[in-house]
């Protein structure tokens, strides 16, 4: 896998990542959330796992690459 998102990319995934985890927490603990929560959850656990490892799946089906002059440091 060779790392195709660049520093604001993945520090805006994994931030947004952890929000989703804590608010598929938080909509588990009701009732009537489980199912928004489950979804929330696994959206966050993918955002956050791929801004730590610098790969989107996504990107490379789509020749999408944000690191800085198309290089990433994380390779």
Do not use: Q
């Amino acid at each position: 896998m060779k790392a195709n998102e660049g520093g604001a990319d993945r520090a805006v995934r994994a931030i947004l990542g952890i929000a989703l985890i804590v608010s598929a927490y938080l909509w588990l603990g009701m009732m009537d959330g489980a199912i928004t929560g489950i979804i929330a959850g696994a959206i966050g656990a993918i955002l956050l796992l791929t801004g730590l490892v610098g790969f989107c799946p996504a990107y490379t089906l789509c020749g999408m690459n944000t690191c800085k002059g198309g290089k990433c440091s994380a390779e």
